[in-house]
C-alpha cells in the first residue's frame, strides 16, 4: 500500500531554501533541516558545519550531516 512505502523512505531536506541571502549588517537566521526514516523523526541526528559572518560580504555554505546514517547524502545551504 503507498501508506507502507511512505514509512520505508529516508526524508533528509532543508527547512527553507538551499539559497539564502542576507542583506550586509542583517543577521542571518538559521532555519535548520529535517530528518525522518521509518516514519521516525530523526532531526535531533542532524549536525551542521559552517557559519556566516554577517558582516564580511561573501558566499558562505552551511553543511547538514545526518548522523548515523551511511547512505544519507549531506545537504548544503548557500548564504
Known sequence: AAGA???LTTHFSLNGSAETV???GDRYREQ???ASIF???LSDRISSDGAVDDSTPG???IWYRLDGIP???PLARNV
Open 39 to 41: 516514519g521516525l523523526d
Open 22 to 24: 542576507v542583506a550586509l
Open 59 to 61: 558566499n558562505y555554505t
Open 5 to 7: 512505502a511512505a514509512l
Open 71 to 73: 547512505w544519507s547524502t
Open 32 to 34: 535548520g533541516a529535517q
